[in-house]
């Protein structure tokens, strides 16, 4: 049973800093992607970032760019997201996911295989 477990989230202030980490177990990846998605109050889910497990080929939101940095520690079977300059508009719910061994779009959730539970970051004026 594969489980990802986030880690990381809080209460900043806008244009502050956060880490978020997502743990995963119950099996090493070795292909496909780890990515972050986020869902605010009364929205839908959104991509984030993903990172490719071999290539480390990295994709971003537009809305993150130049802010967010995801990467991958391949021992720890870990991913991280480092999020800084943060904006109220950040503030949601961020899950973890992973899974696309079989390809597809990394931004699209129907990729993913896993998910995490959630962990929730707010950004305050």
């Known amino acids: 049973q594969v489980q990802l477990v986030e880690s990381g989230g809080g209460l900043v202030q806008a244009g502050g800093s956060l880490m978020l980490s997502c743990a995963a177990s119950g099996r090493t990846f070795s292909s496909g992607a780890m990515g972050w998605f986020r869902q605010a109050p009364g929205k839908e889910r959104e991509f984030v970032a993903a990172i490719d497990y071999l290539s480390a080929l990295r994709n971003y939101a537009d809305s993150v760019k130049g802010r967010f940095a995801i990467y991958r520690d391949m021992v720890k079977n870990t991913v991280y997201l480092q999020m800084s300059s943060l904006k109220p508009e950040d503030t949601a719910v961020y899950y973890c996911?992973?899974?696309?061994?079989?390809?597809?779009?990394?931004?699209?959730?129907?990729?993913?295989?896993?998910w995490g539970q959630g962990t929730q970051v707010t950004v305050s004026s």
């Open positions: 996911a992973a899974g696309g061994i079989r390809g597809g779009s990394r931004s699209d959730p129907s990729t993913y295989d896993y």
